[in-house]
Nanobody, 125 residues
Framework: VQLQASGGGLVQAGGSLRLSCAAS????????MGWFRQAPGKEREFVAA???????RYAGSVKGRFIISRDTAKSTVNLQMISLKPEDTAVYFC????????????????????WGKGTLVTVSS
């Protein structure tokens, strides 16, 4: 599975961005997807996940501001981010898993077998 994330950039606090991750190499319908992020000097952390069955899960820090969705026709997973804060600044990675259950949303990076290269989001104050 190959994953290509896009949509990062520089935005002012309070603004919005939409990240997309295109998957190839495997039928998208068998993949559970997730977004993680890594801020400078910090460990990678879970942001959001969506299962094959459409169930979603969010980190507490982004709940109510970020929305994860999937477009099976385009083999993409999207992350709509609003009300961005400087603390959202990080490299955002999309990840995929093909082994877990239909409604399973993994929050640990060890549960994902495939990773994209990441896209940088910078939120200025």
């Amino acid at each position: 599975v190959q994953l290509q994330a896009s949509g990062g950039g520089l935005v002012q606090a309070g603004g919005s961005l939409r990240l997309s991750c295109a998957a190839s190499g495997r039928a998208f319908s068998v993949l559970n997807m997730g977004w993680f992020r890594q801020a400078p000097g910090k460990e990678r952390e879970f942001v959001a996940a969506i299962s094959r069955g459409g169930t979603t899960r969010y980190a507490g820090s982004v709940k109510g501001r970020f929305i994860i969705s999937r477009d099976t026709a385009k083999s993409t997973v999207n992350l709509q981010m609003i009300s961005l804060k400087p603390e959202d600044t990080a490299v955002y990675f999309c990840a995929a898993d093909s082994t877990a259950g239909f409604y399973y949303t993994a929050i640990n990076d060890s549960e994902y077998g495939y990773w994209g290269k990441g896209t940088l989001v910078t939120v200025s104050s």
